[in-house]
Every structure is written in C-alpha cells, then in structure tokens.
C-alpha cells in the first residue's frame, strides 16, 4: 500500500530512485499550459506529458514535437489529475517491474496498441475486433490485460497521425 501511494506520487517515486542510482529521464511540474511548452523547450522535444497523479498509462502523450501537442496534453491532463508533469522522451521498450522486500517480484513490458484498418470498420471497431475481443482482456482482477480504449491520449495520436 505504502509502495502504490508513492507510485503515484511522480516527483517522490523518481527522486526516489535517484537516490538509489537509478537514472531518470530529465522533467519538472509545471502549472500552465505556457510553462509546459517552456518546460519542453528547456527539455528538448520529444517530450512526455503527464498527469502527476496519473496510473496505467491514463493521460500519458509520448513523442510530443510541437507547442500545439504539449499545450493541448497539458489541457487534457490538468482535467483528470492534480498538476501535470513535462519530461525527457525517451524511446525505446516499456517495462514494469515489482519488488517485494528487495526481490524482484512481477516484470510485464508493454506493447504498442495497432490495429490493421479494412476500409469500412472505424478504429473503435477495429480495436473491438481485433484487441478487445482478446478474452485475457477484461475490467476485473481475473484478467491480466485491460480493455484498450480511444482516450484523449490516444485520440492525439490518431489525430497526428492523420486519422479522424
């Protein structure tokens, strides 16, 4: 319980992990949608905007390059936690780890949701036919992966990518 409630403190969690070596990407709270965008431009785009609250992903924009992105992450964000966090991007394989007591107790990676259009289906379709339709994807403990969903994170990166 102490473990989760400094988890989804971001600030604590990396000084935290500073402190014990572990390397950091580059960041810092900001309070305006202005100061996010000077916050990235100190940083150096690419840059990632999230909730400082935030959990599973939820209100996380990766990969953001320009002031419109950063500005309208910060926007997004502001509405579903408690400040909002501009860092380093850095690229490369998601990985989550747990230790209980020193051990190393549960890793999972995390994957890229796509899907593969077929020139009728709209993507909420498709992530309902070719993702969701997975039966290890559920709401509840007994499923180990969570259904994927059009949040306003991922309907920033459709829209980026050109898609309605």
Partial sequence: AIAE????????????LQSCG????????????????????????????????????????TNLMTREE?????????EEGHGVIVGRFVTGNE?????????LAAAAMGETASVVGDGT????ELI??????????????????NFVRLDSAARLELKRQGYA
């Fill in 70 to 78: 950063v500005e309208t992450a910060y926007a997004v964000d502001m």
């Fill in 5 to 16: 409630s400094i988890s989804r403190d971001k600030d604590l969690t990396k000084s935290l």
């Fill in 121 to 124: 289906s709209t993507i909420e």
């Fill in 22 to 61: 572990v390397p950091v990407p580059e960041g810092r709270m900001v309070d305006s949608a202005e100061d996010a965008w000077e916050a990235a431009e100190d940083i150096g785009v690419p840059v990632v905007v999230k909730p400082y609250d935030g959990n599973h992903g939820r209100g996380l924009f």
């Fill in 95 to 103: 990985h989550r780890l747990l230790v209980v007591g020193g051990r």
């Fill in 128 to 145: 309902e036919s070719q993702i969701n339709s997975d039966p290890r994807r559920g709401s509840t403990e007994e499923h180990p992966l």
